[in-house]
T-cell receptor
């Protein structure tokens, strides 16, 4: 079946540091890949997505490139802010045709950014 | 911007009681989902729903669970007889089409079973 593996957290960085959160996946078809973010006490928000190989998703300074050859979708940001402190979830959609695309999530990586 | 809403935000119930969690998906969306997140664990798929019927369900979604779209706007998850292990955050999501389309999540209902 499909699966998503994320690096274990927590990740603690100082403000303006470079961020990488690793994500690799296993899928039988041609999945779409997503990063969702969960701020403290809130629900899941879509951060970015990529729907095919070599696509780059980007939003709010975050980027991730869909790498089919390494089955990876690592999240990066050049300069993190305190407000980026949250839990980040990598996810893929299960390409099952016309009946609905369930999301398979990784375990989540907690990011804490110090001032 | 349209959003998915969920009620209640928190629910506390006694073991064995029935609970109904409510969701209002984005109005022109056709596909609806329930996920849950046990504290500190990953988000898990429960069920997907399209055209007034379940299209896929996970092994978690046993006979104690049911979903319904009672009218044109609400989408509900019912747990018939709650167990302690049902304590979790329950998220509703919706999407407009299927093929690699983004799912938009509600803020969640935190369910605590005592």
């Amino acid at each position: 079946g499909n699966s998503v593996t994320q690096m274990e957290g927590p990740v603690t960085l100082s403000e303006e540091a470079f961020l990488t959160i690793n994500c690799t996946y296993t899928a039988t078809g041609y999945p779409s890949l997503f990063w969702y973010v969960q701020y403290p006490g809130e629900g899941l928000q879509l951060l970015l997505k990529a729907t095919k190989a070599d696509d780059k998703g980007s939003n709010k300074g975050f980027e991730a490139t869909y790498r089919k050859e390494t089955t990876s979708f690592h999240l990066e940001k050049g300069s993190v802010q305190v407000s980026d402190s949250a839990v980040y979830f990598c996810a893929l959609s299960d390409p099952r045709g016309s009946s609905g695309d369930k999301l398979t999530f990784g375990t989540g990586t907690r990011l804490a950014v110090r001032p | 911007e349209p959003e998915v809403t969920q009620t209640p935000s928190h629910q506390v119930t006694q073991m064995g009681q029935e609970v109904i969690l409510r969701c209002v998906p984005i109005s022109n969306h056709l596909y609806f989902y329930w996920y849950r997140q046990i504290l500190g664990q990953k988000v898990e798929f429960l069920v997907s729903f399209y055209n007034n019927e379940i299209s896929e369900k996970s092994e978690i979604f046993d006979d104690q669970f049911s979903v319904e779209r009672p009218d044109g706007s609400n989408f509900t998850l019912k747990i018939r007889s709650t167990k302690l292990e049902d304590s979790a955050m329950y998220f509703c999501a919706s999407s407009s089409t299927v093929q690699q389309e983004t799912q938009y999540f509600g803020p969640g209902t935190r369910l605590l079973v005592l």
